[in-house]
């Protein structure tokens, strides 16, 4: 698509960025004594009519929900490239796939658990869980779903449902990043699969997990080899550091290595490959045209009501604010 049909979605985004929460607002929402001390930063911020009610019920994740859906929606409605969109917001598609599945082997209803985030109606998605067939969903939705109903009507193994959809997830993401045509988005979502694996291995060699297992969660779309990363499961973790040191990856993995210990951890490995992905955003945000502005704003969106989340959880926990900064992302905010 043409880098000048985004001249005028991405000029809204320039104004949207004005109202992200920056550095100073979080320290000073770390700072507070208290839970209400902390929320009540937010009344200088677009969040600002939202204060009382948590304050008074805490419920501060359905605002946060509504927050994405209504950013999304709006995105839905000015980027002229929708596949786009439907590929950032693709993770909330499979989370309510993963509920209507659940649905339909326990029975139970689970309304209040979907997000309304997505291309296409939860309603449409139920109806193809419950059938195997639509009419309106693009055939990636369907063979994910026909893999898993497939898949559970021979071994009724429950579990197996989430990690079939996890690993479908990226595989379609991969194929929606192809669909929209635009120059650097397959490379941007190639990375991010390959953060993804790399934390997956890591974490599965960290608790014994089998060859076999790791052959159904690992994706194969990503630009690593899965079979590479199959290979190093025969090994330890210092054979996995060796390996990417050999690959673009080398800073990255370094960074993920324990001072104290000199191990590779999971704890490391997830904060550096979300950082490393958040300075992604940052250089797709100073591009002057292209739809990159639109998902680095998207991105610092979500990463911004994280961070909200984790320090107003974490208030109400009574964590230190150390303790909770440890645990938030970077924003180019």
Same mark, same amino acid.
């Given at each position: 698509?043409?880098d000048i049909?985004?001249?005028?979605?991405?000029?809204?985004?320039?104004v949207?960025?004005?109202?992200l929460?920056?550095?100073?607002?979080?320290?000073?929402?770390?700072?507070?004594?208290?839970?209400?001390?902390?929320?009540?930063?937010?009344r %200088?911020?677009?969040?600002?009519?939202?204060?009382?009610r @948590?304050?008074?019920?805490?419920?501060?994740d359905?605002?946060?929900?509504?927050?994405?859906?209504?950013?999304y929606?709006e995105?839905? $409605?000015?980027?002229?490239?929708?596949e786009?969109?439907?590929?950032?917001?693709?993770?909330?598609?499979?989370?309510?796939?993963k509920?209507?599945?659940?649905?339909?082997?326990? %029975?139970?209803?689970f309304?209040?658990?979907?997000?309304?985030?997505?291309?296409?109606?939860?309603?449409?998605?139920r109806?193809?869980?419950?059938?195997?067939?639509?009419?309106v969903?693009?055939?990636?939705?369907? $063979?994910?779903?026909?893999e898993?109903?497939?898949?559970?009507?021979e071994?009724?193994?429950?579990q197996?449902v989430? @990690?079939?959809? $996890?690993?479908r997830?990226?595989?379609?993401?991969?194929?929606?990043?192809?669909e929209?045509?635009?120059?650097?988005?397959? %490379?941007?979502?190639e990375?991010?699969i390959?953060?993804?694996n790399?934390?997956?291995?890591?974490?599965?060699?960290k608790?014994?997990?089998?060859?076999?297992f790791?052959?159904?969660?690992?994706?194969?779309s990503?630009s @690593?080899?899965?079979?590479d990363?199959?290979?190093l499961?025969?090994?330890?973790?210092?054979?996995?550091?060796q390996?990417y040191?050999?690959?673009?990856?080398?800073?990255?993995i370094?960074?993920?290595?324990?001072d104290?210990?000199? %191990?590779?951890t999971?704890?490391?490995?997830?904060?550096?490959?979300?950082?490393?992905?958040?300075?992604?955003?940052?250089?797709?945000?100073?591009?002057?045209?292209?739809?990159m502005?639109?998902?680095a704003?998207?991105?610092?969106?979500?990463?911004?009501?994280m961070?909200l989340?984790?320090?107003?959880?974490?208030k109400?926990s009574?964590?230190?604010?150390d303790e909770?900064?440890?645990?938030?992302?970077?924003?180019?905010?």
């Amino acid at each position: 698509m043409k880098d000048i049909a985004y001249n005028s979605s991405n000029v809204l985004v320039r104004v949207y960025e004005n109202n992200l929460l920056t550095r100073a607002h979080f320290e000073r929402m770390l700072a507070a004594d208290s839970f209400d001390e902390a929320v009540n930063v937010l009344r %200088e911020t677009p969040y600002r009519n939202d204060v009382d009610r @948590i304050k008074e019920d805490k419920n501060y994740d359905s605002m946060f929900m509504n927050e994405l859906h209504e950013t999304y929606k709006e995105m839905f $409605d000015v980027v002229p490239n929708k596949e786009l969109i439907e590929l950032f917001g693709l993770r909330y598609a499979y989370h309510n796939l993963k509920v209507l599945f659940k649905e339909e082997i326990t %029975e139970q209803d689970f309304d209040h658990l979907f997000i309304p985030i997505g291309r296409y109606p939860i309603a449409e998605l139920r109806q193809a869980v419950r059938s195997g067939e639509s009419d309106v969903l693009p055939e990636a939705y369907m $063979d994910s779903i026909n893999e898993v109903k497939s898949d559970y009507d021979e071994y009724h193994n429950a579990q197996a449902v989430d @990690i079939i959809l $996890d690993r479908r997830y990226f595989t379609h993401s991969r194929i929606l990043a192809e669909e929209t045509g635009e120059s650097g988005i397959t %490379e941007l979502i190639e990375r991010y699969i390959d953060y993804n694996n790399l934390s997956t291995l890591v974490r599965g060699m960290k608790q014994n997990r089998t060859r076999n297992f790791m052959l159904t969660v690992l994706s194969s779309s990503g630009s @690593i080899p899965k079979e590479d990363l199959l290979k190093l499961m025969d090994n330890d973790l210092n054979a996995v550091v060796q390996y990417y040191k050999n690959t673009k990856y080398r800073q990255l993995i370094e960074r993920s290595i324990d001072d104290e210990t000199g %191990e590779l951890t999971t704890v490391n490995v997830d904060y550096e490959t979300d950082n490393a992905y958040m300075e992604k955003m940052r250089e797709a945000k100073l591009e002057s045209f292209g739809p990159m502005p639109i998902i680095a704003y998207l991105y610092a969106k979500e990463t911004e009501v994280m961070n909200l989340r984790l320090v107003l959880s974490g208030k109400e926990s009574g964590l230190t604010a150390d303790e909770i900064r440890e645990r938030m992302r970077l924003s180019y905010a």
